[in-house]
């Protein structure tokens, strides 16, 4: 199983969390989400490789940003 890294700016509690959990988890090939909006860190995981493009998109959609580490 795959897994990227990314820090995710601008989160503050369990709903910003929330918000990015649902949007990244509906990307395609993404099995599982981690987040922590305590330390910014979103994990990915999937069976396959996960196209960072559209991990990044999902956390733009749920209204933060991201870069992968």
Do not use: F
């Amino acid at each position: 199983m795959a897994a990227n890294e990314y820090q995710v700016t601008g989160m503050t509690c369990g709903h910003c969390e929330m918000s990015v959990r649902e949007e990244v988890g509906e990307v395609p090939g993404v099995e599982g989400v981690r987040v922590s909006a305590q330390t910014g860190r979103l994990v990915v995981t999937g069976a396959g490789e996960v196209e960072d493009a559209k991990v990044l998109v999902a956390v733009q959609e749920a209204g933060y940003s991201a870069v992968r580490i």
